[in-house]
């Protein structure tokens, strides 16, 4: 399949090694990346601080760039949710109907990453191994827009090496939300610590999530408290291999995309 | 029309209050102990049900239908109350509605009234008009009684005292009822209040209450609670006047079926309240001899005619959303500086006003969407949100503050950006390049100015990898291209 990459504007810019782990699980499953780099971002930031008009150029411009993809995949769960919650709403906001018929057709082809390999490629085991201590975090946007359930957890416990353990008040927000993070700072802080508490009562190494959103927040904090643990996008745990692991230094991405490929 | 009262005063904005709120532990402590127990119960009740997503559809549309067909159900409550022996009120606001009350009040020379929970009345302030002129209001609400006794405001519209602990009640209790040796049992607490009110039940003659549903098929009123104050309120006095919000009407009475079942699981856990009181206006030798219901506009009107926001109006005040609401779980309700607190506050206070006042409040919150979730007639809240902000940003940018603000420059700006990838990478490499007056020796950015120092307050944040995505991409590509 030709997998069309979003990496997103917030990935592309802080996570670049959740792209190439992304890049390298589905060319190590048989398929063909290709990166379409008119590319941008989805318009979320804009639409959920009340910029919706400023939003809609953003949104077509996504739409615009991917419009005869065969499949979209993108690794951050709230970007695609404001796809498929919002993107609808802002066609009709502005009563552009064309825009509001090319979302419609391309919705159907908008794939979280995680949900891509297990709904649509139907795999859980993608081969990777990872020998540590992981917490999943849920993030709002997989459980309450996509209803991810359980597929990133059945991802997780298909990794060869890879200890799973429950965190406390798993349906919980951790207090990011974008530029309420900003807004209100306070709040969103003290709910990042009561996140971090139940990260850390896990005993976890490392906590991973679908999106790099919560992670960032989570990290924030977790680092500025000088704890331990790390946190680390579900798409680099399933690029690992025994031999290499992504937020690891040795992480050969940059090396022939042979190396542990079958491309 | 006169602007509500509540404009007379200048809320306090959202952040600030939550920060006062924030560093008192003990109401955090309570707050968050309350809600959890709650919610617990909560989900246990509507696990119970194999319909529950069916119940909530139902809700929400017989809710919608009443919404669409307002004028057409009110006309019909008010016809059937009427019939019925009831006398209907028409209060456009606070003022009339306070004028409409104490004038019934006066009429009937009553210096006290003996009141059960009603949120509307807090919303028109409706005790201090009352006290104002001479008349003093009693709550008879166990919670209500413990926020009137302690001077203190509602944090919860259901649980008003929510943010308090026993030990806090039984000072309060001690205090004001002059009960030194009161012990802090709940049957202790109970009793002390019982015995407190028990004496006003049998001796005042006037009743103020609000209500939950008024049906417009029979012109009946219902009101569900759990203590029997509001059956004592709702019989005993010879004069009953209800206070309720015009949204409230439903068609039928048969539509009671469906929020029987919803409305206390979600508010309280129980599969049915302990005391379900429906009454259909005066009944001779039975009940108060003259019933006035007031009916309560206080900006509903206008949220009406928004078409994205009217959903607002379906609540049923179940509070589950505040229960939920991870923002709610560490300020409480007081933070809101609104009697409706919590997500279904941060939406209808704003509106109430005409989006004058509350305006910081459609951003209380991290769009989590848990409040969509249990909500018993799917009010799309993180949707209503997100359209309130637009609509203040809308009105914020007419202002020549509002353009130049660095919200909207930094908006405007990153909207530049990302209408094109070149303009997009070559921001992103001029980041990499800028960055590195703010990083940190150990590669972190601790500290950043204006309001991206919210995000520095209490978190690091990595400093941006040298080569981006796009870059890294490109350089593959290239590779490939060269290694054909």
Same mark, same amino acid.
């Given at each position: 399949?030709?997998?069309?990459?979003?990496?997103?504007?917030? %990935?592309?810019?802080?996570?670049?090694?959740?792209?190439?782990?992304?890049?390298?699980?589905?060319?190590?499953?048989? +398929?063909?990346?290709?990166?379409?780099?008119?590319?941008? &971002?989805?318009?979320?930031?804009?639409?959920n601080?009340?910029?919706?008009?400023?939003?809609?150029?953003?949104?077509?411009?996504?739409?615009?760039?991917f419009?005869?993809?065969?499949?979209?995949?993108?690794?951050?769960?709230?970007?695609?949710?404001m796809?498929?919650d919002?993107?609808?709403?802002?066609?009709?906001?502005?009563?552009?109907?064309?825009?509001?018929?090319?979302?419609?057709?391309?919705l159907?082809?908008?794939?979280?990453?995680?949900?891509?390999?297990?709904?649509?490629?139907?795999?859980?085991?993608?081969?990777?191994?990872?020998?540590?201590?992981?917490?999943y975090?849920?993030?709002? +946007?997989?459980?309450?827009?996509l209803?991810?359930?359980?597929?990133?957890?059945?991802?997780?416990?298909?990794?060869?090496?890879?200890?799973?353990?429950? !965190?406390?008040?798993?349906?919980?927000?951790?207090?990011?939300?974008?530029?309420?993070? @900003?807004?209100?700072?306070?709040?969103?802080?003290?709910?990042?610590?009561?996140?971090?508490?139940c990260?850390?009562?896990?005993g976890?190494?490392?906590?991973?999530?679908?999106?790099?959103?919560?992670?960032m +927040?989570?990290?924030?904090? $977790?680092?500025?408290?000088?704890?331990?643990?790390?946190?680390?996008h !579900?798409?680099?745990?399933?690029?690992?291999?025994a031999?290499?692991?992504? /937020?690891?230094?040795?992480?050969?991405?940059?090396?022939?995309?042979?190396?542990?490929?079958?491309? | 029309?006169?602007?509500?009262?509540?404009?007379?005063?200048?809320?306090? =904005?959202?952040?600030?209050?939550?920060?006062?709120?924030?560093?008192?532990?003990?109401?955090?402590? =309570?707050?968050?102990?309350a809600?959890?127990?709650?919610?617990?119960?909560?989900?246990?009740?509507?696990?119970?049900?194999p319909?529950?997503?069916?119940?909530?559809?139902?809700?929400?549309?017989?809710?919608?239908?009443?919404?669409?067909?307002?004028?057409h159900?009110?006309?019909q409550?008010?016809?059937?109350?009427?019939r019925?022996?009831?006398?209907?009120?028409?209060?456009?606001?606070?003022?009339?509605?306070?004028?409409?009350?104490?004038?019934?009040?006066?009429?009937?020379?009553?210096k006290?009234?003996?009141?059960?929970?009603?949120?509307?009345?807090?919303? @028109?302030?409706?005790?201090?008009?009352?006290?104002?002129?001479?008349?003093?209001? @009693?709550?008879?609400?166990?919670?209500?009684?413990?926020?009137q006794?302690?001077?203190?405001?509602?944090?919860?519209?259901?649980?008003?005292?929510?943010?308090? =602990?026993r030990?806090?009640?039984?000072? @309060?209790?001690?205090?004001?009822m002059?009960?030194?040796?009161?012990?802090?049992?709940?049957?202790?607490? &109970?009793?002390?209040?019982r015995t407190?009110?028990?004496?006003?039940?049998?001796?005042?003659?006037?009743?103020?209450?609000?209500? %939950?549903?008024?049906?417009?098929?029979?012109?009946?009123?219902?009101?569900?609670?759990?203590?029997?104050?509001?059956r $004592? &309120?709702?019989?005993?006095?010879?004069?009953?006047?209800?206070?309720?919000? !015009?949204?409230?009407?439903?068609?039928?009475f048969?539509?009671?079926e469906?929020?029987?079942?919803?409305?206390?699981?979600s508010?309280?856990?129980?599969?049915?309240?302990?005391?379900?009181?429906?009454?259909?206006?005066?009944?001779?030798?039975?009940?108060?001899?003259?019933?006035?219901?007031?009916?309560?506009?206080?900006?509903?009107?206008?949220?009406?005619a928004?078409?994205?926001?009217?959903?607002?109006?379906?609540?049923?005040?179940?509070?589950? &959303?505040?229960?939920?609401?991870?923002?709610?779980?560490?300020?409480?309700?007081?933070a809101? #500086?609104?009697?409706?607190?919590?997500?279904?506050?941060a939406?209808?206070?704003?509106?109430?006003?005409?989006?004058?006042?509350g305006?910081?409040?459609?951003?209380?919150?991290?769009?989590?969407?848990?409040?969509?979730?249990?909500?018993?007639?799917?009010?799309?809240?993180?949707?209503?949100?997100?359209?309130?902000?637009?609509k203040?940003?809308?009105?914020?940018?007419?202002?020549?503050?509002?353009?130049?603000?660095?919200?909207? !420059?930094?908006?405007?700006?990153?909207?530049?950006?990302f209408?094109d990838?070149?303009?997009?990478?070559?921001?992103?490499?001029?980041?990499?390049?800028?960055?590195?007056?703010?990083?940190?020796?150990?590669g972190?950015?601790?500290?950043?100015?204006?309001?991206?120092?919210g995000?520095?307050?209490?978190?690091?944040?990595?400093?941006?990898?040298?080569?981006?995505?796009?870059?890294? /991409?490109?350089?593959?590509?290239? #590779?490939?291209?060269?290694?054909?």
């Amino acid at each position: 399949m030709r997998v069309s990459l979003f990496i997103t504007c917030y %990935n592309d810019t802080l996570f670049p090694g959740t792209g190439k782990a992304v890049v390298r699980v589905l060319e190590r499953l048989g +398929h063909s990346i290709e990166f379409r780099p008119e590319q941008t &971002c989805c318009g979320q930031m804009h639409w959920n601080t009340g910029y919706l008009r400023e939003a809609v150029p953003i949104i077509r411009h996504f739409v615009e760039v991917f419009r005869d993809a065969e499949t979209i995949v993108i690794p951050s769960s709230s970007c695609v949710s404001m796809m498929r919650d919002h993107y609808l709403k802002a066609a009709e906001m502005v009563g552009d109907a064309k825009l509001a018929a090319d979302v419609a057709a391309l919705l159907p082809r908008v794939w979280e990453f995680s949900e891509f390999l297990a709904k649509k490629l139907g795999v859980e085991d993608v081969g990777a191994t990872y020998a540590h201590r992981v917490t999943y975090h849920t993030s709002c +946007h997989s459980q309450r827009s996509l209803h991810l359930n359980d597929i990133p957890l059945r991802l997780l416990r298909k990794v060869r090496g890879l200890q799973l353990v429950p !965190i406390e008040n798993p349906q919980e927000c951790c207090g990011f939300g974008g530029t309420f993070s @900003i807004k209100n700072a306070d709040v969103s802080s003290a709910m990042l610590a009561d996140k971090v508490r139940c990260v850390l009562n896990t005993g976890a190494e490392v906590c991973t999530a679908v999106d790099n959103s919560c992670l960032m +927040h989570l990290f924030g904090s $977790m680092h500025r408290q000088r704890t331990f643990t790390r946190t680390v996008h !579900i798409a680099e745990i399933l690029a690992s291999t025994a031999e290499a692991e992504p /937020w690891d230094e040795r992480f050969p991405v940059d090396l022939p995309v042979s190396v542990g490929g079958t491309r | 029309m006169t602007p509500p009262e509540t404009l007379a005063e200048s809320r306090q =904005n959202f952040p600030e209050a939550a920060r006062e709120l924030l560093a008192d532990s003990q109401i955090r402590k =309570n707050v968050r102990h309350a809600t959890d127990v709650i919610q617990a119960k909560r989900n246990k009740v509507v696990a119970e049900l194999p319909d529950w997503q069916d119940l909530r559809e139902a809700g929400s549309a017989i809710r919608a239908h009443a919404l669409e067909h307002l004028d057409h159900y009110l006309a019909q409550f008010e016809a059937n109350c009427t019939r019925a022996g009831g006398q209907v009120h028409w209060a456009r606001d606070a003022a009339e509605a306070n004028s409409i009350i104490l004038g019934l009040i006066q009429k009937h020379e009553a210096k006290e009234v003996i009141k059960v929970k009603t949120m509307t009345s807090e919303e @028109i302030k409706l005790n201090a008009h009352l006290e104002a002129h001479g008349v003093r209001p @009693i709550e008879t609400d166990l919670a209500e009684l413990i926020v009137q006794l302690g001077h203190d405001k509602p944090s919860h519209f259901v649980a008003p005292a929510l943010h308090k =602990n026993r030990q806090e009640v039984r000072e @309060i209790f001690q205090r004001e009822m002059k009960l030194p040796e009161l012990g802090e049992t709940p049957e202790d607490l &109970c009793a002390a209040a019982r015995t407190y009110l028990r004496e006003k039940y049998l001796r005042i003659k006037v009743a103020v209450s609000g209500a %939950n549903f008024l049906v417009a098929e029979t012109g009946s009123v219902c009101l569900v609670e759990s203590e029997g104050n509001g059956r $004592m &309120c709702l019989t005993l006095p010879d004069v009953l006047i209800s206070i309720v919000g !015009i949204e409230k009407v439903i068609p039928r009475f048969q539509d009671l079926e469906v929020f029987l079942q919803t409305l206390p699981r979600s508010a309280t856990g129980e599969r049915m309240n302990p005391y379900n009181s429906i009454w259909t206006g005066v009944h001779e030798g039975d009940g108060p001899r003259e019933f006035h219901l007031v009916l309560l506009d206080n900006g509903r009107s206008p949220i009406l005619a928004d078409k994205e926001a009217r959903q607002t109006l379906k609540c049923i005040r179940c509070a589950a &959303c505040l229960n939920v609401c991870p923002v709610y779980h560490q300020t409480g309700g007081h933070a809101y #500086r609104s009697v409706y607190a919590g997500p279904i506050g941060a939406i209808l206070t704003p509106q109430l006003h005409d989006m004058k006042d509350g305006r910081s409040l459609p951003y209380a919150s991290s769009l989590c969407g848990a409040c969509y979730e249990v909500c018993p007639v799917k009010i799309n809240i993180p949707e209503v949100l997100i359209h309130l902000r637009g609509k203040i940003v809308e009105e914020e940018q007419k202002t020549l503050g509002g353009k130049l603000g660095l919200w909207n !420059i930094g908006m405007q700006a990153a909207a530049f950006l990302f209408a094109d990838a070149s303009r997009f990478s070559a921001a992103q490499h001029l980041g990499q390049m800028g960055q590195k007056v703010f990083v940190s020796k150990s590669g972190f950015i601790e500290a950043l100015p204006l309001m991206l120092s919210g995000w520095t307050q209490t978190r690091d944040l990595a400093a941006l990898p040298k080569q981006t995505f796009r870059d890294w /991409w490109a350089a593959r590509e290239e #590779r490939e291209e060269k290694a054909r």
